[in-house]
């Protein structure tokens, strides 16, 4: 079975992960779930970058189940049309979707158990949307973990600057890549195998060779580059005692700017620099490390 122009086959555990929302759309998710699901009242989100698929996240995911013991769950939300993009109809989505449909899902959880206690992290655009969930949420988030924060003025970043031009021109570029969604699965997963030589990822970056993903990638990228403006001040600084913020040397969708600006203003809050890209995922060892550092940040401790 394939859907949207031949992307791949479908495979029913990937369907059994779809989440329905009171939005009347549908999510999907990579679940991790505890040892003993009513021992632990904690649930912890991943909020996923730009591309919004769980699956380059697993690995993270697991190395921070494995060190908690798997005591907690863990789940990693996809964004919307970004993963199985045809079970939202192939329609394209803004960052405002986005937002609305991961406070769909807290909230669908917080009315299964109003006892749960979020740990929120988010890598990227991730952490815009973290904090989303933390106004929505402040009595029910214990801790976030903001991963590579692109917050604020992320037009005026390097990489947003870089990157405008795709991101204006976005249905077109979209339409590009509608031949390689076409193309037979075995070339694509040979094309996948080259641009992305990590065999763990190969499934998630398989499923980004579809033009609505791409559509949906770079649409709600020229959202973000549109609405993010300052950051919630009030927000962050009333809850920075419950923040890790987790910076790279270097990275151009949060300068060294950006990150002067964050420590400066909530010295309450926990910093760490990492000599990870903003891909941290794709480094050798960066999902350990930045798993590493959440789960000393989330048990009371300090790498």
Not at 186 to 215: N, Q, R, S, T, W
Request: glycine content about 6%; overall charge neutral; charged content about 15%.
């Amino acid at each position: 079975m394939s859907k949207s122009g031949g992307v791949g086959r479908v495979f029913l555990s990937d369907l059994a992960r779809v989440e329905c929302l009171s939005t009347d759309r549908l999510m999907h998710k990579v679940v991790l779930p505890a040892r003993q699901p009513n021992a632990s009242k904690r649930l912890v989100l991943l909020v996923p970058g730009n591309p919004g698929v769980p699956g380059f996240y697993e690995p993270f995911m697991q190395r921070l189940h494995a060190l908690g013991g798997r005591d907690c769950e863990i789940v990693g939300l996809s964004h919307t049309g970004h993963s199985l993009p045809w079970i939202n109809d192939n329609a394209a989505f803004d960052l405002e979707t986005q937002v609305v449909d991961k406070v769909a899902y807290v909230h669908k959880r917080i009315e299964k158990d109003p006892t749960v206690s979020l740990v929120l992290i988010g890598h990227s655009i991730g952490c815009h949307i973290a904090l989303r969930l933390l106004d929505q949420f402040p009595t029910h988030v214990e801790k976030l973990v903001l991963i590579q924060p692109a917050v604020m003025h992320i037009r005026d970043t390097p990489r947003g600057q870089q990157m405008m031009p795709l991101f204006v021109h976005h249905q077109w570029v979209a339409y590009l890549a509608w031949p390689i969604a076409q193309l037979p699965t075995l070339v694509k997963k040979v094309l996948v195998a080259l641009a992305v030589p990590p065999p763990e990822f190969h499934k998630a970056a398989l499923g980004m060779c579809d033009h609505v993903v791409v559509l949906n990638c770079l649409k709600m990228a020229w959202h973000e580059m549109h609405e993010l403006k300052d950051i919630n001040h009030a927000l962050v600084a009333d809850h920075q005692h419950k923040i890790q913020f987790v910076f790279s040397q270097h990275d151009g969708w949060c300068p060294p700017a950006h990150v002067e600006l964050l420590r400066r203003r909530y010295v309450h809050a926990n910093h760490v620099v990492v000599s990870l890209p903003h891909a941290f995922m794709m480094a050798a060892n960066g999902s350990d490390v930045m798993a590493d550092l959440a789960h000393a940040w989330l048990n009371g401790t300090q790498l």
